[in-house]
């Protein structure tokens, strides 16, 4: 008797939209019905407008289904989808060639959706592995001149180039220990961001494989994933890969039968903004309060307990893999300028079909907007989009055909940061999103410098005032004022970066800030 393979997701998006009850509920009706199957929990491929996405494979390939809820489960079977019946109302046809997904460009995540996450066997079938087992016959240099050559830069927001970090730490010498670190930011929390998660939840293979990498990159032996203690999912599912991969001699002592070692641990996060600033994040993986560090010294030559450390995010790691097994220049030739390779954009907010899209830098924000997240959710117009996260501008439609990629969004005074986007549609109060950012910088500052602890507490008060109309000329200028002096005078991203918000919200919105609260728009949308 044949056995169809269904593929339901174990990503955080699908459970929360119930796809664990789901998958006992269709196993208890295949059994009544008398069908044999085998439910696979995949992750997602982040088409999360159709969570939970059902996959049933065929001889033609995965047909999907979706959003399947309890409901629906009756008429599946009636229907027949476990034999790839394409007539009921929720299916998309062939997976790979729904739209939103087969236009895409995916490097990093080409294996997302498609495996079960902690099948070793999976991800080497699907090329795991093919990158490590190269640099096993590279030394480090070479192995940085790849990375290097690649033009990768980091994906975590700050964007510098990482094989010049790599470079850094490999030439980098303590007088104390030839100990090195290479150190996961795991802690993903800019607003409209889950792409790192997804990279742990879907393919956690290729964050252990970045990591052993430029651990034999630099001559580190140790690595640590500072992981926001939020994702639950993630933590479980690293957690098995890893010792999964140190059972199959990936990881740990004499990798590969190479006499190279390198150990990976994944530590949970302290449930702060602030440690996604990577001194902040040290300082908390030394068990220490998280604050920022003054820099120099850098992290490179002085990291973690005091050793040359490379601190690089999910998404830079992850495309390590891709670099080292299809080379350098063929990842340089994804992107455009000095901004090469593929980002994954991640569109939440008022959208109507969130998720993730892969694509190399050059597409325009409105292509992403309308093409693939299909207007907003609430079917009103969009009015203002904001891209990079809760430090970064406020974009109107004016700035919408922008490419996106490092240099055209620094020149109009905006940021890509880690590929959020989060869209508002007309009835966002942009006074209120700009209140919302002065008193995001108060909860989550360090408070280690006054521009950043002190300045965004006042910030929270002018707009207050500016808001209920008092005053309102002078405080304006006044907000002005406080926000150069943060950007000017602040020790990290936190405090120097909240202007930028609330500046783009008064430059391109003023009339928000022209009349009294109550009479404006209405509240965060």
């Known amino acids: 008797m044949s056995v169809t393979k269904l593929y339901i997701p174990r990503d955080t998006t699908a459970l929360a939209m119930g796809a664990d009850q789901l998958a006992l509920e269709i196993a208890a009706e295949a059994k009544q019905r008398g069908e044999t199957i085998e439910i696979i929990r995949n992750g997602s491929r982040g088409l999360f407008w159709l969570e939970p996405l059902i996959e049933v494979e065929t001889s033609a390939g995965r047909i999907a289904y979706g959003p399947v809820s309890s409901a629906d489960i009756d008429s599946l079977f009636d229907q027949a989808f476990v034999s790839g019946a394409t007539d009921h109302p929720l299916c998309q046809g062939l997976t790979e060639e729904i739209p939103y997904l087969k236009q895409q460009q995916r490097l990093t995540f080409a294996r997302a959706g498609i495996t079960d996450p902690v099948s070793l066997d999976d991800y080497c079938q699907l090329d795991g592995f093919n990158g490590l087992k190269k640099a096993l016959q590279l030394d480090g240099q070479q192995i940085v001149d790849e990375v290097k050559a690649s033009g990768l830069r980091g994906r975590g927001g700050a964007a510098f180039p990482t094989g010049i970090k790599w470079q850094t730490v490999l030439d980098a010498t303590s007088p104390h220990s030839p100990q090195k ?73 004499n990798i590969l039968d190479s006499g190279k070692t390198f150990k990976l641990e994944v530590r949970l996060g302290a449930k702060a903004y602030i440690c996604g600033e990577e001194t902040s994040l040290l300082e908390s993986l030394e068990g220490k309060r998280g604050m920022v560090r003054a820099k120099p010294p850098l992290p490179a030559i002085v990291g973690l307990f005091g050793q040359p450390t490379i601190v690089n995010n999910v998404l830079s790691l992850a495309a390590i893999p891709y670099i080292l097994s299809q080379g350098g220049q063929a990842y340089a030739d994804f992107g455009m300028g000095r901004s090469l390779g593929t980002l994954p954009f991640q569109l939440a907010g008022n959208i109507k079909r969130g998720g993730l899209i892969e694509l190399a830098f050059g597409v325009t924000l409105r292509e992403l907007l309308e093409e693939y997240g299909g207007g907003t959710f609430s079917g009103r117009p969009m009015r203002a989009v904001q891209v990079g996260g809760p430090l970064c501008a406020y974009l109107p439609e004016s700035q919408w055909d922008t490419p996106m990629d490092y240099e055209s969004f620094q020149a109009i005074g905006a940021g890509l940061g880690h590929g959020g986007i989060v869209v508002f549609d007309d009835t966002v109060d942009m006074s209120a999103q700009a209140r919302f950012s002065m008193e995001f910088c108060v909860a989550e500052s360090c408070g280690k410098c006054t521009p950043c602890r002190i300045g965004s507490t006042r910030g929270v008060e002018v707009i207050d005032r500016i808001r209920n109309d008092e005053n309102r000329a002078a405080n304006m200028e006044l907000l002005s004022d406080l926000c150069n002096t943060m950007i000017d005078g602040s020790l990290c991203a936190m405090g120097g970066m909240t202007p930028f918000p609330v500046l783009s919200a008064v430059k391109h919105f003023p009339e928000d800030f022209n009349q009294p609260a109550q009479n404006n728009k209405g509240a965060r949308s």
């Open 181 to 253: 670190y290479i150190v996961c930011n795991a802690d993903e929390g800019d607003s409209g961001t889950f792409a790192d998660r997804m990279v742990m939840e879907a393919d956690p293979y290729m964050l252990i494989e970045g990591m052993t990498i430029a651990g034999l990159a630099v001559g580190a032996d140790q690595g640590y994933i500072y992981l926001r203690s939020e994702y639950p999912v993630a933590y479980q599912i690293l957690n098995e890969a890893i010792a999964n991969a140190e059972a199959a001699g990936y990881l740990g002592e």
